[in-house]
């Protein structure tokens, strides 16, 4: 089992910046890739970025270059710093993470990220 948890979220305005983390804690040896999606109201679930155990990165077309994930693997930790913040970001960002385990993905309870004109 792995247990996923979130901070960093808030309100920012239009071309501010947050940045978000997320701590595994758990069979942390397990994982493999981990990530962030986000829901906005009345949309579905989307992939933000994505990070594997080696570092290798994935991006949404919407976030690249202003979003940057990272991870540090002695924390179990992943980040995303999200800059130049504009008012479509606005949503609830999970983080995920992927255990070779049954391939089992995890997911945190979500933070809310509020960008205001």
């Known amino acids: 089992q792995v247990q996923l948890a979130e901070s960093g979220g808030g309100l920012a305005q239009a071309g501010g910046s947050l940045r978000l983390s997320c701590a595994a804690s758990?069979?942390?040896?397990?994982?493999?890739?981990m990530g962030w999606y986000r829901q906005a109201p009345g949309k579905q679930r989307e992939l933000v970025a994505s990070?594997?155990?080696?570092?290798?990165?994935t991006y949404a077309d919407s976030v690249k270059g202003r979003f940057t994930i990272s991870r540090d693997n002695t924390q179990n930790t992943v980040y995303l710093q999200m800059n130049s913040l504009k008012p479509e970001d606005t949503a609830v960002y999970y983080c995920?993470?992927?255990?070779?385990?049954?391939?089992?993905?995890?997911w945190g309870q979500g933070t809310q990220v509020t960008v205001s004109t």
């Open positions: 995920t993470a992927n255990s070779w385990i049954k391939s089992r993905d995890y």
């Open positions: 758990g069979s942390t040896v397990s994982i493999r890739s």
């Open positions: 990070i594997s155990s080696g570092g290798s990165t």
